[in-house]
């Protein structure tokens, strides 16, 4: 037997000895260190090279990486068989304590508008009001002609309308207002409905202006309905969102569609004496509303002069900027997961 197969074989056999009778891992990193570690038998045995008389450093030099080649070789399988064994352990349900809770699944929340319009949808529908849904892609005709906005009508203009291509006849729907118009076609009088959802204006936006935003309609169509119907039910909607009777107030507005219009204000909430939400006024502007013009209920085939009813366009977006007090609208859409964990 050579010196050389003497030499290398001993501290390889004895290293893989070793390594076999490591029956974890701390075991078996601690003989890897005693081995292949900065201080390790390989690195003493490369520095000692120097001081070999020159005829032995090649000798040397090629027993140290065999060593470490063999060494290598024989942890890295061994670390298999042990994370093998270890699975096949846990398979027969030995080191597995199913009385430990499991880890926390990570849970997600419901976006904030969505919880406001779920609260909503419920609460309508203990006033027996059906929800409807409506396409966010809308002709032209739902959009505006329906609703007694004509081709030239000047409120087409502040509508800020995004057209789908092609001719122009379809548009991304610039307030849920057209569910009114399909409600009115497809069902019966009496009638009360909500329509929440995403409405889509080529706005310049800023703090309280987005160009994709929510809103839910209200149409509720009878015989005798008066402001006081419409005065009435929103007094509800409030005391639902704020959880209190709010004082309210009525001022004129312009919808072509409702005859008289309305822009509907709430005692400001959150002071007794003005705050930054209602601008020091103590009057927050909430939703625009009206008694349901003829021209509409004739479109929906409806007798003006039997049938009447009212109609109200709440921004939810801006409701829920008010319930949470978040400035800036921009927040709500702009998909920031931090931000939408806090609710
Ligand atoms: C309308 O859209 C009418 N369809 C509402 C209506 C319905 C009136 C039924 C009468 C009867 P207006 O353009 O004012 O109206 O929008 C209604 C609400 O949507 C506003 O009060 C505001 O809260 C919200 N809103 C409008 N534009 C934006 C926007 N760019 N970003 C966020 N919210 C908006």
């Not at 003989?31 to 000692?48: D, F, I, P, W």
């Not at 502007?285 to 409806?302: M, S, T």
Request: with cysteine.
């Amino acid at each position: 037997m050579s010196d050389s197969e003497s030499g290398d074989a001993q501290p390889l056999a004895q290293a893989e000895a070793r390594i076999a009778a490591c029956e974890d891992l701390d075991a078996l990193k601690a003989v890897e260190r005693e081995y292949l570690g900065k201080q390790g038998m390989v690195a003493q045995l490369l520095a000692s090279i120097p001081e070999q008389p020159p005829a032995e450093r090649p000798g040397v030099g090629k027993r140290a990486n065999e060593l470490k080649r063999g060494v290598q070789a024989a942890v890295d399988s061994h670390r298999d068989a042990l994370a093998g064994a270890r699975v096949d352990a846990e398979r027969r349900g030995e080191g597995f304590d199913a009385s430990l809770p499991p880890p926390r699944p990570q849970r997600g929340s419901l976006h904030p508008i969505t919880q406001v319009t779920r609260e909503l949808e419920d609460l309508f529908q203990s006033m027996g009001y059906q929800v409807l849904d409506g396409p966010e892609v809308e002709t032209d005709y739902y959009n505006f002609e329906a609703l007694n906005i004509h081709a030239d009508h000047p409120a087409r203009d502040s509508h800020d309308t995004f057209f789908c291509e092609g001719d122009g006849h379809l548009v991304m729907r610039t307030h849920t207002s057209p569910v009114q118009a399909r409600a009115l076609e497809k069902f019966e009088p009496p009638l009360r409905v909500v329509a929440p959802g995403k409405c889509f204006r080529q706005e310049s936006v800023d703090a309280s202006h987005d160009h994709t935003f929510h809103q839910m309609e209200g149409l509720v169509i009878d015989r005798d309905i008066s402001v006081a119907h419409l005065v009435g039910a929103m007094k509800t909607l409030l005391r639902g969102i704020f959880d209190q009777d709010l004082e309210v107030r009525l001022r004129p507005g312009y919808f072509p569609f409702v005859e008289p219009g309305f822009e509907l204000d709430a005692r400001c909430p959150f002071c007794q004496t003005g705050c930054r939400v209602c601008k020091r006024t103590r009057w927050i502007e909430l939703l625009p509303c009206g008694l349901v013009h003829p021209h509409v209920l004739r479109h929906g085939g409806l007798d003006p002069n039997e049938w009447g009813g009212f109609a109200f366009g709440l921004g939810l977006s801006r409701l829920v900027m008010l319930r949470h007090n978040i400035d800036d609208i921009r927040h709500l859409l702009g998909g920031d997961v931090r931000f939408l964990e806090q609710f």
